[in-house]
T-cell receptor, first 116, second 112 residues
């Protein structure tokens, strides 16, 4: 088990471009979360999946953001028409649905996005 | 709405004890977490409290009072490697599922 992985680790893009990030959770983890974190702040909740179902989505998430988890395994987060304010670390986390570790979210290393 | 407050920064001495407080206001409370985050790294889980009382895990302990909307993280026998941000997070249960709200974090500086 290699933990949660995210790709790419860094992304630099120009304003107005679309970007897509990928998250591979720990295998057999049913729950998957996306967060955004800026310097000096805690992670900000974006969205949550249980298997392939997107059960919760932050109202802070504009229509430019979309996330999918089509087969209940890996997930993608797409940002359309990026803005400079989208520059942040995008973190993915996963947790099992049941068991003694079901309360623990295991975070990936994050994708750092810079929008020029 | 949700609101989580914790001090911005704290400084303590190696070998000492430090207590990091967290107060919260939320609906549908379903647990409180503490995470440690070193600069440039992802958060790592430290503790989870859903019932009132103290949970001890090695040098780290976490306390919860649901009626007061209050928690603290206690770090004993501080080591230099404990210098990090400590994030208080509250999980809410909504009709759609769960949502975890993080505080801004407390940056702890451990000095020799």
């Amino acid at each position: 088990d290699t933990g949660v992985s995210q790709n790419p680790r860094h992304k630099i893009t120009k304003r107005g471009q679309n970007v897509t990030f990928r998250c591979d959770p720990i295998s057999e983890h049913n729950r998957l979360y996306w967060y955004r974190q800026t310097l000096g702040q805690g992670p900000e909740f974006l969205t949550y999946f249980q298997n392939e179902a997107q059960l919760e989505k932050s109202r802070l998430l504009s229509d430019r953001f979309s996330a999918e988890r089509p087969k209940g395994s890996f997930s993608t987060l797409e940002i359309q028409r990026t803005e400079q304010g989208d520059s942040a670390m995008y973190l993915c986390a996963s947790s099992p649905l049941l068991g003694r570790n079901s309360e623990t979210q295991y975070f990936g290393p994050g994708t750092r996005l810079l929008v020029l | 709405g949700q609101n989580i407050d914790q001090p911005t920064e704290m400084t303590a001495t190696e070998g000492a004890i430090v207590q990091i407080n967290c107060t919260y206001q939320t609906s549908g409370f379903n647990g409180l977490f503490w995470y440690q985050q070193h600069a440039g790294e992802a958060p790592t889980f430290l503790s989870y409290n859903v019932l009132d009382g103290l949970e001890e895990k090695g040098r780290f302990s976490s306390f919860l009072s649901r009626s007061k909307g209050y928690s603290y993280l206690l770090l004993k026998e501080l080591q230099m490697k404990d210098s990090a941000s400590y994030l208080c997070a509250v999980r809410e249960r909504n009709t759609g599922g769960f949502k975890t709200i993080f505080g801004a974090g407390t940056r702890l500086f451990v000095k020799a």
